[in-house]
């Protein structure tokens, strides 16, 4: 089946600091959706992106659908502790296939 | 508020019981899932609905079962037959199913079963 695979697995860096991680794939999604996940909670979705190469920002996080379709980056500027949390990235082939969710990206700000 | 309500938060159960999470959701979606995670580890899915009264199997089904028989409501029975059904389980549900727009799916806030 199809695998995504998120890096890094993990990532502790400084408040204020710009934080980017990724989604590879090894074969194309023609939707990726990226979701946010705090401890003990739901994911809640941030980015969706629907076109190769679009580009997508929610604040201070922007999100890219990368032109090979197998991939999709996402970007946090000016990282803050209510950063904190695990990433997950989601892609779906079609509108009538299932998610399917890479590892996630676990991110720790240190203040 | 719309959304999409689990219940209980924590659940404890004594191994060989049965047990049902509840999920309700207002949000007037048609599709629902549920999908199970383990520490560290992503969401794999559990079963899907695409309608009401409609059900199919998500890539671990063994050892679950559910029903549709309202819109709004998606409930999981975990059954004896789960060899380890000690995990984070989450709820979902999309506007629409086969359109890309409305397939995004938002989740509940979860549910932590224990099997002691």
């Known amino acids: 089946g199809q695998q995504l695979n998120q890096s890094p697995q993990s990532m502790f860096i400084q408040e204020g600091e710009d934080v980017s991680m990724n989604c590879t794939s090894s074969s194309i999604f023609n939707t990726w959706l990226w979701y946010k996940q705090e401890p003990g909670e739901g994911p809640v979705l941030l980015i969706a992106l629907y076109k190769a190469g679009e580009l997508t920002s929610n604040g201070r996080l922007t999100a890219q659908f990368g032109i090979t379709r197998k991939d999709s980056f996402l970007n946090i500027s000016a990282s803050i502790p209510s950063d904190v949390g695990i990433y997950f990235c989601a892609g779906q082939l079609n509108a009538g296939n299932m998610l399917t969710f890479g590892g996630g990206t676990r991110l720790m700000v240190k203040p | 508020d719309g959304g999409i309500t689990q219940s209980p938060k924590y659940l404890f159960r004594k191994e060989g019981q049965n047990v049902t999470l509840s999920c309700e959701q207002n949000?007037?979606?048609?599709?629902m899932y549920w999908y199970r995670q383990d520490p560290g580890q992503g969401l794999r899915l559990i079963y899907y609905s695409q309608i009401v009264n409609d059900f199919q199997k998500g890539d671990i089904a063994e050892g679950y079962s559910v029903s549709r028989e309202k819109k709004e409501s998606f409930p999981l029975t975990v059954t004896s037959a789960q060899k380890n059904p000690t995990a984070f389980y989450l709820c979902?549900?999309?506007?629409?199913?086969?359109?890309?727009?409305?397939?995004?799916?938002?989740f509940g806030p979860g549910t932590r079963l224990t099997v002691l």
């Open positions: 979902a549900s999309s506007a629409r199913w086969g359109l890309a727009f409305d397939n995004e799916q938002f």
């Open positions: 949000l007037n979606h048609d599709a």
